[in-house]
């Protein structure tokens, strides 16, 4: 009977887990969301690339057209991928806010924070094949 107890209280736990990375996961790319209600999509190319001056962060320029074919041009951070010069690039843009812009790729758009919301129902149908008592009768 403790057994069952405690496989309950573990089961309850990881459910627990489950819901909270979901819910944090959800709210912080709440947001994004937003922003893509409003996004306008375009392509932008790569002008340039190199480290800031005075930092180890390194950067990607990129030029693009925004409302009224006013020319743009905004540096990112690149983590996750290599770009080349001359590379045309998928961007989204907030034509009220031309300077709320991003690489249109999934890992851009959605990093770690859509992958916690993917990543909480995981751990609750994960707990659901925990370990279950043998029941001796």
């Not at 405690?6 to 909270?20: D, M, N």
């Not at 045309?88 to 919301?117: C, E, H, Q, T």
Request: aromatic share 14%; net charge positive.
């Amino acid at each position: 009977m403790a057994e069952d107890t405690k496989r309950g209280e573990s089961f309850g736990t990881w459910i627990g887990v489950g819901l909270a990375i979901s819910a944090i996961g959800i709210l912080c790319a709440l947001p994004k969301l937003k922003f893509f209600r409003s996004a306008r999509r375009t392509w932008g190319v790569v002008v340039d690339q190199g480290v800031r001056p005075g930092t180890n962060d390194y950067q990607v320029f990129i030029e693009f057209f925004g409302e009224r074919d006013r020319r743009l041009r905004l540096s990112f951070p690149a983590q996750v991928y290599n770009y080349s010069n001359g590379e045309m690039v998928p961007i989204l843009y907030d034509p009220l806010n031309p300077r709320k812009v991003m690489v249109d790729r999934f890992w851009s758009v959605w990093n770690i924070w859509g992958l916690l919301a993917l990543l909480g129902p995981a751990v609750c149908i994960g707990a659901f094949f925990l370990p279950r008592p043998e029941h001796r009768g």
